[in-house]
């Protein structure tokens, strides 16, 4: 008996139909596209690392070797921006990749067995739910300590609750689907059902909890940072903000305008991208 399952090609193929007829989403691909070459570049070493030369006069005003000018310090606000990025990317694509895949585990493991496993899960994510994102979130920083090994841990631990909840959901319609009760005939064993059968059929709802959880990550870290609990010693969109406030008194806002926009274009275009990703993946949507 054939047991039908959720290939990368199916979904790879609705994806690609559904971003090719939408000309915004593809646009907002392109953005993402460049920030990451941008990243890739930066952890490469192909950027130049100077975010912390002092290339000119303070409160220099865009020009043709600094094109967002200078801050208070000399420094070189474009150079600080594209580092910025790349911090923002290793957050995102580190706190995703970690929650999705520990949320997808403790979910599936959840919605498939019951019983005392179910429950124990069910209560730790809701205890988890009913402390204050923002609060958990600081206080998990400010016990491990500024830097990124904290700011990824904090984020995890915060970050893994919607995807484990939206799996065990899907779990417990999937397995008493015709495929799995026919797996079970066949004989095969509990874990092979559940990761053979019934996780692959997961996957669009653990992709779309990926790039939700990518922005809600680069947000959290721009918070964070701008708090003092983030990214040290490093150039963070978070820090920027923080550093140009006193430059505003000087009618100065270069940095602060260059590292909100840096935030939102790549914000918006995952936002875009998102809402395209999770239409193509949604089974309802699909004959």
């Known amino acids: 008996m054939n047991i039908p399952n959720t290939t990368f090609q199916d979904l790879r193929t609705r994806v690609t139909q559904k971003f090719r007829g939408s000309p915004v989403a593809i646009f907002s691909l392109m953005v993402i596209v460049v920030y990451a070459i941008a990243a890739v570049m930066v952890m490469l070493g192909l950027v130049a690392n100077d975010f912390d030369a002092r290339v000119g006069e303070k409160f220099m005003s865009p020009n043709a070797t600094s094109w967002l000018g200078t801050d208070r310090l000399g420094r070189d606000i474009l150079s600080r921006i594209v580092y910025a990025n790349k911090i923002a990317f290793i957050v995102g694509l580190v706190t995703a990749t970690l929650s999705v895949l520990l949320g997808t585990l403790l979910g599936a493991l959840s919605g498939f067995f019951g019983g005392w496993v179910d429950a124990f899960i069910v209560w730790l994510y809701s205890t988890v739910e009913s402390i204050p994102y923002l609060l958990l979130l600081i206080a998990i920083s400010y016990i491990l300590g500024a830097g990124l090994s904290g700011v990824y841990l904090a984020f995890v631990l915060t970050f893994w609750v919607g995807p484990c909840r939206i799996i065990r ?119």
Do not use: C
């Open 169 to 287: 959901g899907e779990v417990l319609k999937l397995k008493e689907a015709e495929f799995v009760i026919a797996a079970r005939a066949m004989g095969y064993g509990p874990m092979r059902i559940l990761f053979r059968h019934i996780v692959p059929n997961t996957l669009h709802l653990a992709l779309v909890n990926f790039t939700l959880i990518f922005v809600a990550a680069i947000k959290s870290e721009v918070i964070l940072s701008y708090l003092g609990l983030g990214v040290q010693g490093e150039p963070s969109w978070g820090t920027m903000i923080d550093q140009a406030r006193a430059e505003l008194v000087n009618g100065f806002f270069w940095q602060i305008g260059g590292a909100t926009v840096a935030m939102f274009l790549l914000v918006l275009a995952f936002n875009i991208a998102t809402d395209t990703l999770q239409q193509a993946l949604d089974p309802r949507q699909t004959r």
